[in-house]
């Protein structure tokens, strides 16, 4: 008895600890000096070992390898600035590629003290995300700069807080004060390929800034690796087996230095303190997958009865189903018949599943597809008084949406098509195929059911009717011989043989 409480007792710390992540909790810290990061960024590693991460640090030159017969040994990779040129075997371009399609998350932190390595620089790369070719460059600005750290090189950048890519999107980095600015110093920027809708900038840089290289001793600089908004200080991608990559372009804003640190504006203004620390924690809940998290439930499809018909004018009245009859997600529908679609959405936030609301600009979408869609439908959440009998109920960590159609008159192989894409939402595509089928020839109406057929039926009765008039006058009309003259000189029955 003592021992089954104890492990009662484990069981729930072990609840209590656990990450916040939905992907897990082990994380790697790859650092060249590790004793010294862990002082540096000594509050960023006590936020993460509260929320539950198993913190792992080791150095490149230890060779930490990611994975053991095929399978991940970690989680979540944080990946600091390193003065190597290489990091190793167990660092290669090709494994840490490996490792996001394998579902891994990871954080890179940049710095323009030092130059990038070559295997990060290739990876970079490979998701359309483009570094200066000058390795000292860093980003300027000579109107939104911090006064009291960078009066005269102007590169402590004082950015806004970042606002949604688009209305119907919701903001997961949303600070508390929006008037807080963000500190960014020596910041490496980065310029994202045109052609990508995975990468998305979280945080740009201003109008007025640039990027250049600091030792160039030239008063103007005549060719910029980019400038304004088309400079990203921090970048995410979000591949689409939902992995996560998010590069910062300045390690130094997670020090604690500047977690705590109080900036003067450019130009005038009162002294305030940064949103940097609170900024960091809600980036690392993104990349970590605690929030953006999506997931689907049951789905279920089904035929709707259709109303009662007068039983003479069908002529098989037993393949017309009922409210008993009705059969969950059947694989054969007919044309031109009702159907209901219903789906189960979730979003995970911080340590547990809730219902997920669509933004009131957005919409989820269902497709019924063959080739090109024959019907896009907006699905609604349910409405308890409206649901039907076999419709998914909403529970206390899933909505429910639905919607119902009439099945197109073309016959073939279709399919229920679910296609919900948004950014820093994990992408949600569900496709069920079925078969629409004909008319059995005994499911069609009978004639005299069809109004456009009276026509035909009332022609068809004409020809009939006087064609047995026409015998009857044939068969019975007495037969009468005429002279030259037209006068009657015998009548007599006509001879039918």
């Given at each position: 008895?003592?021992?089954?409480?104890?492990g009662?007792?484990l069981l729930?710390?072990?609840g209590l600890v656990?990450?916040?992540?939905?992907?897990?909790?082990?994380?790697l810290v790859v650092?060249?000096d590790?004793?010294?990061?862990?002082l540096?960024?000594s509050?960023?590693w006590k936020d993460?070992?509260?929320r539950?991460?198993?913190?792992?640090?080791?150095?490149?030159?230890?060779d930490p390898?990611?994975f053991?017969?095929?399978q991940?040994?970690?989680?979540h990779?944080v990946?600091?600035p390193?003065?190597l040129?290489?990091?190793?075997?167990?660092?290669?371009?090709?494994?840490?590629?490996d490792?996001v399609?394998?579902e891994?998350?990871?954080?890179l932190?940049l710095?323009?003290?030092?130059?990038?390595p070559?295997?990060i620089?290739?990876?970079?790369?490979?998701?359309d995300?483009?570094l200066p070719?000058d390795?000292?460059?860093l980003?300027?600005?000579?109107f939104s700069?911090?006064?009291?750290s960078?009066?005269?090189?102007?590169?402590?950048?004082?950015?806004p807080?970042p606002r949604p890519?688009?209305?119907?999107v919701k903001n997961?980095?949303?600070?508390?004060?929006?008037?807080t600015p963000?500190a960014?110093?020596r910041?490496v920027g980065q310029?994202?390929?045109?052609?990508?809708?995975?990468l998305a900038s979280?945080?740009s840089?201003t109008?007025?800034?640039?990027s250049?290289n600091p030792?160039?001793?030239?008063d103007v600089?005549?060719d910029?690796?980019a400038v304004g908004?088309q400079?990203?200080?921090?970048?995410?991608m979000?591949g689409?087996?939902a992995?996560r990559?998010?590069?910062?372009g300045?390690?130094?804003?997670?020090?604690?230095?500047w977690?705590d640190?109080?900036?003067?504006?450019?130009?005038g203004?009162k002294?305030?303190?940064?949103?940097?620390?609170?900024?960091a924690?809600?980036l690392?809940?993104?990349?970590?997958k605690?929030?953006g998290?999506l997931?689907l439930g049951?789905?279920?499809?089904?035929e709707?009865?259709p109303?009662p018909?007068?039983?003479p004018?069908?002529?098989?009245e037993t393949k017309?189903?009922?409210?008993k009859?009705?059969?969950?997600n059947?694989?054969?529908?007919r044309?031109r018949?009702?159907?209901r679609f219903?789906?189960e959405?979730?979003e995970?936030?911080h340590d547990?599943?809730?219902?997920?609301?669509i933004?009131?600009?957005?919409a989820?979408q269902l497709e019924f597809?063959?080739l090109?869609p024959?019907?896009r439908?907006?699905?609604?959440?349910?409405?308890?008084?409206s649901?039907k009998?076999?419709?998914?109920?909403?529970?206390t960590?899933?909505?429910?949406?639905?919607?119902?159609?009439r099945?197109?008159?073309?016959h073939?192989?279709f399919?229920f098509?679910?296609?919900?894409?948004r950014?820093?939402?994990?992408?949600?595509?569900h496709?069920?195929h079925?078969?629409?089928?004909?008319?059995?020839?005994?499911?069609?109406p009978?004639s005299?059911?069809i109004?456009g057929?009276?026509?035909?039926i009332?022609?068809?009765?004409?020809?009939?009717?006087g064609?047995?008039w026409?015998?009857?006058?044939?068969l019975?009309?007495?037969?009468?011989?005429?002279d030259?003259a037209?006068r009657?000189?015998?009548?007599?029955v006509k001879?039918?043989?």
């Amino acid at each position: 008895m003592r021992s089954l409480v104890l492990g009662i007792l484990l069981l729930c710390l072990f609840g209590l600890v656990q990450s916040l992540s939905s992907s897990g909790s082990r994380l790697l810290v790859v650092t060249e000096d590790a004793a010294q990061d862990k002082l540096k960024y000594s509050k960023f590693w006590k936020d993460l070992e509260e929320r539950g991460y198993k913190l792992s640090f080791q150095s490149p030159k230890s060779d930490p390898y990611l994975f053991t017969h095929g399978q991940r040994n970690y989680d979540h990779l944080v990946l600091l600035p390193s003065k190597l040129k290489a990091l190793g075997p167990a660092l290669s371009a090709q494994i840490l590629l490996d490792f996001v399609k394998d579902e891994g998350n990871v954080l890179l932190a940049l710095s323009s003290n030092v130059p990038t390595p070559t295997p990060i620089t290739s990876v970079l790369l490979e998701l359309d995300i483009h570094l200066p070719a000058d390795r000292d460059a860093l980003v300027v600005d000579h109107f939104s700069y911090d006064r009291s750290s960078a009066d005269e090189k102007h590169d402590v950048l004082l950015v806004p807080p970042p606002r949604p890519l688009r209305n119907d999107v919701k903001n997961f980095l949303k600070l508390d004060d929006p008037s807080t600015p963000l500190a960014v110093p020596r910041a490496v920027g980065q310029t994202l390929g045109n052609a990508s809708p995975l990468l998305a900038s979280v945080l740009s840089a201003t109008d007025t800034a640039y990027s250049y290289n600091p030792k160039d001793e030239a008063d103007v600089v005549e060719d910029p690796f980019a400038v304004g908004s088309q400079l990203s200080l921090i970048t995410a991608m979000q591949g689409r087996n939902a992995a996560r990559f998010t590069v910062i372009g300045s390690a130094e804003m997670l020090e604690d230095t500047w977690f705590d640190a109080s900036v003067l504006p450019a130009g005038g203004g009162k002294k305030s303190k940064t949103g940097n620390q609170e900024f960091a924690k809600k980036l690392l809940e993104w990349t970590f997958k605690e929030v953006g998290v999506l997931k689907l439930g049951r789905v279920q499809h089904y035929e709707v009865p259709p109303p009662p018909r007068i039983a003479p004018f069908y002529f098989n009245e037993t393949k017309s189903p009922t409210v008993k009859d009705i059969q969950l997600n059947p694989k054969i529908y007919r044309i031109r018949n009702d159907a209901r679609f219903s789906v189960e959405l979730s979003e995970y936030v911080h340590d547990r599943w809730i219902p997920y609301r669509i933004p009131p600009n957005d919409a989820l979408q269902l497709e019924f597809t063959m080739l090109s869609p024959y019907q896009r439908l907006n699905l609604t959440p349910s409405d308890p008084t409206s649901r039907k009998k076999h419709d998914l109920s909403p529970s206390t960590d899933s909505a429910v949406y639905t919607t119902a159609f009439r099945l197109p008159d073309q016959h073939g192989i279709f399919s229920f098509h679910l296609n919900y894409k948004r950014p820093f939402l994990t992408p949600i595509i569900h496709k069920q195929h079925v078969t629409v089928r004909h008319f059995a020839h005994d499911e069609w109406p009978r004639s005299y059911a069809i109004s456009g057929a009276y026509v035909w039926i009332l022609g068809l009765a004409v020809t009939l009717v006087g064609w047995v008039w026409f015998v009857a006058i044939w068969l019975y009309s007495e037969e009468v011989e005429l002279d030259h003259a037209g006068r009657v000189i015998r009548r007599g029955v006509k001879k039918t043989q």
